[in-house]
């Protein structure tokens, strides 16, 4: 499912216009990727959590040239859906 189809889909039930329906989606967006990048989760109560997880640094081998390099800790975003959403899907 695309953002066009999210839009489209609440635009058929709500019967707002697509237009302002865009406009929030990606406000919603940029709201969660911006939460993210402070470090701040993004908690959806039935839905399930945006986190920041923290990879540790580690050791990579480029088996092409037989060398070693380092790869930083880096911060990753992730998505840990709700028990409730969970038990949908299973069903």
């Not at 695309?2 to 039930?13: L, S």
């Not at 406000?27 to 920041?52: C, H, P, Q, W, Y």
């Not at 070693?68 to 899907?89: G, R, W, Y």
Request: charged share 25%; proline share 3%.
């Amino acid at each position: 499912m695309t953002k066009a189809d999210i839009v489209n889909e609440i635009a058929g039930k709500t019967g707002i216009d697509k237009q302002s329906i865009l406009v929030t989606v990606e406000a919603f967006m940029e709201t969660v990727k911006g939460s993210l990048a402070n470090n701040e989760d993004v908690f959806l109560r039935g839905f399930g959590s945006f986190i920041v997880k923290k990879r540790a640094q580690k050791t990579a081998r480029n088996i092409s040239k037989n060398t070693t390099l380092i790869i930083p800790e880096h911060n990753i975003p992730a998505f840990k859906p709700a028990k409730v959403f969970m038990d949908q899907l299973k069903k």
